[in-house]
C-alpha cells in the first residue's frame, strides 16, 4: 500500500522560503512518479510541480516556475519542494502525490495521496 506523508509546511513572510518533504512507503518512488499539488480556499486543486524520475524531467506550473523545485531520491523514497520568493498567493493546503502513470500525475488524477500541508504566506 502506497502512503505518503508530507511536512515542512507553515508560516513565512512574502518573499522567504519553506521547504515541503514528502516521504512515501517502502520502494514507493522505484516504481511511481511524485507530483505536488495545492489547494487554496474556493480555488480548484492544481498541480504545482512533477517530477519524471528518468532523466529528471520535470513540470512546473506557470505560476510557480523560477520560485519553485521539485526533487527527490528515489532510492530514499524522498521527494522535496523548494519554494523561494513565496507571495501570498501561494497559501494553500499542498499535497504530494504519485502514481505509477505519469499521465495521471500530470492530469491531476494520481491515486495516492497524502494528507496536506498548510503553507500561509503573509504580505
Known amino acids: 500500500q502506497v502512503q505518503l506523508v508530507e511536512s515542512g509546511g507553515g508560516v513565512v513572510q512574502a518573499g522567504g522560503s519553506l521547504r515541503l518533504s514528502c516521504a512515501a512507503s517502502?520502494?514507493?518512488?522505484?516504481?511511481?512518479?511524485p507530483g505536488w499539488f495545492r489547494q487554496a480556499p474556493g480555488k480548484e486543486r492544481e498541480l504545482v510541480a512533477a517530477?519524471?524520475?528518468?532523466?529528471?524531467?520535470?513540470y512546473y506550473a506557470n505560476s510557480v516556475k523560477g520560485r519553485f523545485t521539485i526533487s527527490g531520491d528515489s532510492a530514499k523514497n524522498l521527494v522535496y519542494l523548494q519554494m523561494n520568493s513565496l507571495k501570498p498567493e501561494d497559501t494553500a493546503v499542498y499535497y504530494c502525490?504519485?502514481?505509477?502513470?505519469?499521465?495521471?500525475?500530470?492530469?491531476?488524477?494520481?491515486?495516492?495521496w497524502g494528507q496536506g500541508t498548510q503553507v500561509t504566506v503573509s504580505s
Open positions: 502525490a504519485a502514481d505509477a502513470a505519469w499521465s495521471l500525475v500530470r492530469s491531476g488524477t494520481p491515486g495516492y
Open positions: 517502502a520502494r514507493t518512488f522505484s516504481t511511481h512518479y
Open positions: 517530477l519524471y524520475w528518468a532523466g529528471g524531467s520535470t
